[in-house]
């Protein structure tokens, strides 16, 4: 657990980039630190292996005070990922990884075999060992920071906007893969970003900024959007932050109706006198086939010799979100949405009213604001700058 107490940054000439800061950052999990510009995410990071020295209050290591080791001891056990990787442009790939082992005076032979199982880990081909850092793309350089600062293991990473110089698909790849290796590592993770939505995707916990190096709020992501603390907060998530949260709610809490799921072999004339609009043709697997529009059905034959319409985005009951429901919803010709299992076969059908059925359920529609007195929003940011009541909570 990484702790701050009372934390305050001030430079000479009087900018206060960190204002009495207190947080904690769970040992396992990744909290991140976003907000405005000059907010003091970076000052804040840096405290943590004394690049900054706070002119108050302390930052502790599990319990420990940061200040009582040495720089160099305490940087050991701390990986440190910057924007632009901050590679050393002149020394291989592989020698670049293994910048923290060569220090740690381990012999040339196992400081390259533990780089090579790095690049493994992080994506990057082996081919690629002996390259200069200029032969490699923006997002291959990004993973070799990452090799880079995982080489000797630190139980903690520093990351400061690691993926913000990097296009958005190669982002929402670094992202993925990072998310996959801090599955096998739990590592203790801080993280600095300014964009929400890679907030929101990596944070088990957020911390918010605001100018003047203010902590307005830290908490889970569900939390965050659920009950942002101030006006500043909420501006900050932004006016989708509605939509944002249907990514925690669950697909498996909307009822799903099989009425309409029929087979292909069903004869054409029965499904027009059963009334309705859409039915979903299946096989004799329940594998979706296709809509069929019930006006335009036959009135001999059978269902799956009608014109049948693709049904698009399927959604994984077990494993969707309720904002992936919706968006399949929207996105199809009959309006609902088709619920699938593991294996691809339909579960049922969900239309924009069971899905509004199970959001209403979830309590994502109601997201109470703060009263509207100031005393009342300063208590709401004091509780969650605390911890609250879901403290080291996340997805
Ligand atoms: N060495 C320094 N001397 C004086 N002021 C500094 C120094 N380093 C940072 N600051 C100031 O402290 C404040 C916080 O800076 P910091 O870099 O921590 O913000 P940030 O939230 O990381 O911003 P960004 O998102 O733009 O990187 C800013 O006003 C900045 O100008």
Request: charged share 25%; with cysteine; glycine share 12%.
């Amino acid at each position: 657990m990484i702790t701050f107490e009372g934390v305050t940054k001030r430079y000479p000439g009087g900018t206060v980039a960190l204002d009495d800061v207190s947080l904690e950052c769970p040992t396992g999990r990744i909290t991140v630190f976003v907000g405005t510009s000059g907010g003091g995410k970076t000052t804040a990071l840096r405290t943590i292996n004394r690049m900054v020295e706070p002119t108050s209050g302390r930052v502790l290591i599990d319990g420990q005070d940061v200040r009582e080791k040495r720089p160099a001891e305490l940087r050991r056990g701390i990986g440190y990922v910057i924007q632009h990787a901050g590679l050393f442009p002149h020394r291989t790939i592989e020698d670049n990884i293994a910048t923290v082992p060569y220090l740690l005076r381990w012999s040339k032979k196992k400081a390259r075999a533990r780089a090579h199982e790095l690049m493994e880990r992080v994506g990057l081909e082996r081919s690629m060992a002996r390259r200069y850092p200029f032969q490699l793309s923006g997002g291959q350089q990004q993973r070799v920071g990452v090799a880079r600062a995982l080489a000797a293991d630190p139980p903690i990473m520093l990351m400061d906007e690691p993926f913000s110089a990097v296009d958005p698909v190669v982002r929402a790849e670094l992202q993925d893969e990072f998310l996959r290796l801090q599955d096998e590592l739990h590592k203790t993770i801080v993280f600095v970003t300014h964009d929400i939505d890679e907030a929101i995707k990596l944070g088990d916990r957020i911390a918010v900024f605001q100018t003047g190096g203010r902590l307005v709020q830290a908490d889970t992501p569900e939390t965050l959007l659920a009950r942002p603390a101030n006006d500043f907060v909420a501006g900050f998530i932004g006016h989708d932050r509605g939509i944002r949260r249907l990514s925690f709610v669950p697909a498996s809490s909307a009822p799903l109706s099989d009425r309409d799921v029929l087979p292909a072999d069903t004869p054409a004339g029965r499904v027009r006198d059963g009334g309705g609009e859409w039915v979903l043709a299946v096989d004799a697997d329940r594998r979706p086939l296709g809509w069929a529009a019930v006006r335009d059905l036959p009135a001999s034959g059978v269902l799956g010799d009608a014109p049948l319409a693709p049904i698009g985005h399927a959604f994984d009951v077990e494993g969707d979100s309720v904002r992936a429901a919706l968006d399949a919803a929207i996105l199809s010709p009959s309006g609902r949405a088709v619920g699938v299992d593991a294996e691809g076969r339909v579960v049922g059908i969900a239309d924009q009213q069971d899905l509004s059925t199970a959001i209403a359920r979830s309590g994502a529609a109601v997201a109470p604001r703060p009263a509207a007195d100031g005393a009342a929003t300063a208590e709401g940011a004091a509780g969650g700058v605390s911890g609250g009541a879901d403290a080291g909570g996340g997805a």
